[in-house]
């Protein structure tokens, strides 16, 4: 079984920025889709953006659309999730995860297999 491992949470200021990192030991990132998912105590948990392999395309959510970018570094092995303008309600744990290619659809691009690492958390607070 994958396990990603997320990084680069904190606690920030409203406004400020952040960069979280997705990487796998023993797993090339390159060739799959790749999400980033928050999920709130008590809640659903939602999707940030993904990144498709192929073209690099970009799927964020309406939420964090013009505020965070995500992107990937095959030679790093890494997807990066850049935050900007953060808002308290963005105080969740951030998680990746390898997006299912077999259950995505038109509407959603972002479906992730189930497999969850440990998060990371973001705390926006002054």
């Known amino acids: 079984q994958v396990q990603l491992v997320e990084s680069g949470g904190g606690l920030v200021q409203p406004g400020g920025s952040l960069r979280l990192s997705c990487t796998a030991s023993?797993?090339?990132?390159?060739?799959?889709?790749i999400g980033w998912f928050r999920q709130a105590p008590g809640k659903e948990r939602e999707r940030v953006s993904c990144i498709s392999a192929s073209d690099g395309s970009q799927y964020p959510s309406d939420s964090v659309k013009g505020r965070f970018t995500i992107s990937r570094d095959n030679a790093e092995n890494t997807v990066y999730l850049q935050m900007n303008s953060l808002e308290p309600e963005d105080t969740v744990v951030y998680y990746c995860a390898i997006i299912d290619a077999h259950r995505v659809t038109m509407t959603n691009p972002c479906v992730p297999y189930e497999h969850w690492g440990q998060g990371t958390q973001v705390t926006v607070s002054s």
């Open positions: 023993k797993f090339t990132l390159a060739y799959d889709a």
